[in-house]
């Protein structure tokens, strides 16, 4: 980021800031409107999905050979923060686009990101299959199996809590092909959603983020092309980390556009609503709440977008420096988006608490930050051992 002379602040390029306003506009005209009626019926933003392929945003991590924009991590995080301001939902068609093709990025043939990723920058999603009933945050003890079969590997197993199940059309899947040697006998895939043997379950009941299904995935003797690993066998759980690292900041852009969402709300609130014969915002204790929201939110923002530009120069430059930055961003964001849209809703008064205001969307919304993609203890846990070696 540059210095602005005139106001002392960091300030990115001006080409990040042309794409923050371009995704800013398409956000508030043809995602914002809808954002309500999406949370109230928990039904896929498909608005949001068909002006963001319209207009390339959908997946801009996906380089240019593949039929992708070739935006870095800096310019996926300024999209997901711009769709966040106005739609949680929403945010996760970028975010988990991102997250279901980045070790297929990172690992994967030449000859299979030749058949997914330009299905992606084409409109079709991806997502991430990881945790299970029984492994969440210890991804390590899987049951899903897959076994080699003359040309294929054969999957049986279940995945849970996965966003965008039974929308996307390419799943990461992570399964263990070598019982014996724990976590180096984790491999992964790429599954199609045609696949003989994979079936989607139910979609989940949740707080927050009622657009995005969430959904349980199970594998029947599901078969799939031997060629559909990603990197070599055992390499997956290696994969997985290396991805969160990549993905980790696009959860901190997401907590921070509902921060940001929650905040530009409040303020405009505060300046019409009279109590006592006067503005709310003329009271100094609502100032002082504005001030910690607005600090928070711009620290927040300089963590998550070093943390993107870092992910840039990968673990060959950025090694571990690179996985407690990611860590860091994504924990202190997340944690910022609960309080803020915590006191946007009590700035707001009774009325914040209504489903009139989109505040308290924003609370229920924020929530998952702090679960997802490493749970906030696990990225201080992350960080804790790497501050320790």
Not at 136 to 164: E, F, P, Q, Y
Not at 237 to 249: C, G, N, S
Not at 289 to 314: F, Q
Request: overall charge negative; glycine content about 10%.
């Amino acid at each position: 980021m540059a210095l602005n002379s005139d106001f002392d602040l960091y300030q990115l390029p001006e080409d990040y800031q042309g794409v923050r306003e371009a995704i800013r506009e398409i956000a508030e005209k043809s995602i914002a409107p809808h954002a309500a009626d999406v949370d109230e019926n928990e039904r896929f933003p498909q608005e949001a999905l068909d002006a963001l392929v319209e207009t390339g945003f959908n997946a801009v991590h996906i380089p240019e050979e593949y039929g992708g924009a070739g935006g870095d991590s800096v310019m996926a995080c300024i999209v997901i923060e711009e769709v966040a301001r106005v739609c949680g939902s929403s945010s996760l068609i970028p975010a988990v686009n991102k997250l279901g093709t980045m070790g297929l990025i990172l690992k994967g043939s030449e000859e299979l990101k030749q058949q997914v990723l330009p299905d992606i920058a084409g409109g079709k999603m991806a997502s991430y299959a990881l945790s299970e009933r029984g492994a969440g945050s210890d991804a390590g003890s899987m049951k899903t199996r897959a076994r080699k079969d003359g040309d294929s590997w054969v999957l049986n197993g279940s995945k849970c809590w996965i966003t965008n199940g039974g929308k996307s059309t390419w799943y990461t899947v992570m399964a263990v092909t070598d019982p014996d040697k724990g976590a180096n006998g984790i491999s992964a895939f790429m599954v199609h959603a045609d696949d003989e043997g994979f079936v989607v379950g139910p979609k989940e009941k949740k707080l927050g983020i009622k657009g995005s299904p969430t959904a349980e995935l199970y594998f029947e003797d599901c078969r799939i092309p031997a060629d559909r690993i990603i990197g070599d066998e055992g390499t997956g759980f290696k994969t997985a980390l290396e991805t969160l690292d990549h993905t980790r900041p696009t959860i901190g852009a997401q907590a921070l556009g509902i921060a940001q969402g929650a905040f530009d709300q409040t303020v405009k609130y505060v300046k019409e609503r009279e109590q006592f014969g006067r503005r709310i915002a003329d009271f100094q204790n609502t100032q002082f709440m504005l001030a910690d929201m607005k600090m928070k939110i711009d620290a927040a923002r300089l963590m998550v977008y070093t943390a993107a530009s870092n992910a840039e120069r990968g673990h060959a430059e950025g090694g571990e420096r690179l996985g407690m930055l990611a860590a860091g961003s994504k924990a202190f964001a997340s944690d910022v988006a609960m309080q803020v849209t915590t006191d946007a809703v009590q700035l707001f008064g009774g009325y914040g608490y209504t489903r009139d205001f989109p505040v308290e969307r924003m609370m229920r919304d924020a929530k998952i930050t702090q679960i997802y993609e490493g749970t906030n203890q696990i990225c201080r846990m992350v960080m804790g051992r790497q501050i320790l070696k």
